[in-house]
């Protein structure tokens, strides 16, 4: 990958977009991952406002202290960057409690997860309607396009997406290009929700590097029989995502009315 060109390809389509769509600039979720900084730092990169927004639901200390010291970079780098902290932990806690009790079981623990990103998303938004700012999506091509690893209607609910045609390799390419701070650049990838250690790779059961290779594999046609071992089983878990969270990939289906019913 060219990947200053590629930078500077994403850089002027930011600019570009937001130009043609009359709005001010940017404002990125920044979680202390690696995708939120490179996104976040590409959108300073054109001189538009940038507002990062923290917003942490019972979060793990060092993903805050990641994503803060992070902030303070680009804030020290970038004149047009901007940073609140939105804590959103009380008003999660307060949206758990008026819900109806249920037992514990893994598909409560995932709404609830999911819960939480649709929160941050309706943050972001309250922020991008009251600035005239696009929500810049943090989402890269394995999540968005493999395996669907995203919330639907929270973290992919967002105005345009900068990153998405990367694998997380790239990604990082551009992360050491931009000079994202090293303890971001070697934290394991997770997503945060659970308010746990767990790691993307424990929820997935394969690395970003195995899903891109298994990606590829699948994008060539290739199939489980056609790989043994820890090959075949990585294939698998990809097909199996990419099937089951293929709603998020593609528009909301519309239930046609045929003409002759409508007269």
């Known amino acids: ?47 538009m406002r940038v507002l990062c927004l923290e917003m942490p639901i019972h979060q793990d200390k060092n993903q805050i202290s990641r994503a803060r010291k ?17 804590n959103l932990t009380k008003v999660y806690e307060v949206f758990k409690q008026v819900l109806p009790e249920e037992p ?9 997860a999911n819960s939480r990103a649709r929160l ?26 493999g395996v669907g690893f995203y919330t639907k209607y929270g973290d992919g609910g967002v105005d345009l997406s900068p990153i998405a045609d990367l694998v997380k390799s790239e990604v990082y390419a551009l992360g050491d290009y931009l ?8 934290a394991k990838p997770t997503d945060g929700l659970f308010g746990d250690s767990r790691t993307d790779e424990d929820q997935l ?3 970003y590097d195995e899903l891109e290779w298994a990606m590829e594999a699948y994008e060539n046609g290739k199939k489980a029989d056609h790989f043994s071992g820890r090959e075949r089983e990585v294939f698998e878990i990809y097909r199996r995502l990419n099937t089951a969270n293929r709603h998020k990939m593609v528009p909301i289906p519309v239930c046609e009315i045929p003409v002759h019913l409508k007269k």
Request: net charge negative; glycine share 8%; charged share 20%.
């Open 120 to 145: 941050r998303m309706t943050t972001l938004y309250y922020f991008a309607g009251l600035h005239k700012y696009l929500v810049a999506g943090t989402g890269n091509k394995v999540e968005d396009f």
């Open 1 to 47: 990958m060219q990947t200053e060109k590629v930078a500077n390809h994403i850089i002027d389509w930011l600019k570009d977009y937001a130009t043609n769509a009359n709005m001010n600039g940017f404002v990125v979720g920044v979680s202390g991952g690696i995708d939120s900084a490179v996104t976040s730092t590409l959108c300073a990169k054109t001189g």
């Open 205 to 207: 059961g394969a690395s």
């Open 179 to 186: 000079n994202v701070i090293e303890e971001i650049m070697i």
């Open 104 to 112: 514990e079981s893994a598909n409560l623990d995932l709404s609830l």
């Open 70 to 86: 992070h902030i303070e970079e680009l804030e020290h780098n970038f004149a047009n960057v901007s940073s609140l902290e939105v």
